[in-house]
């Protein structure tokens, strides 16, 4: 079992940066790949990033590449999205996932219902 809880949110005008970290627990934690998502009111969830448990390979939205970064620290198990250049579309609930089946995949995965594991969320509010 893998437990996650998201953290970094907030409120922030368009144009600035935050950083959000997703906490993960359980001994197989360091062997998952990890995803965010983000959901906006009375919108589906949508993909935002991935990366894979060996740190080797990543995965964006064509919305936020360019502008966000996912990493990870093993040692730590804490999976980072370093958010610049926010805009207020990027105003979503972020959830972070973990996916417990990395063998089966070349590249982490950009679909909601490949990860196993979810976060409670956290709020980013991006003021015009």
């Known amino acids: 079992q893998v437990q996650l809880v998201e953290s970094g949110g907030g409120l922030v005008q368009a144009g600035g940066s935050l950083r959000l970290s997703c906490a993960g627990s359980?001994?197989?934690?360091?062997?998952?790949?990890v995803g965010w998502f983000r959901q906006a009111p009375g919108k589906v969830r949508e993909f935002v990033a991935a990366?894979?448990?060996?740190?080797?390979?990543?995965l964006y939205a064509d919305s936020v590449k360019g502008r966000f970064t996912i990493s990870r620290d093993n040692a730590k198990n804490t999976v980072y999205l370093q958010m610049n250049s926010l805009k207020p579309e990027d105003t979503a609930v972020y959830y972070c996932?973990?996916?417990?089946?990395?063998?089966?995949?070349?590249?982490?995965?950009?679909?909601?219902?490949?990860?196993?594991?979810w976060g409670q969320g956290t709020q980013v509010t991006v003021s015009s």
């Open positions: 990366i894979k448990w060996r740190n080797d390979s990543s």
């Open positions: 359980g001994r197989t934690f360091m062997v998952c790949n």
């Open positions: 996932a973990a996916d417990r089946n990395p063998q089966f995949r070349l590249a982490p995965s950009s679909t909601w219902n490949d990860y196993d594991y």
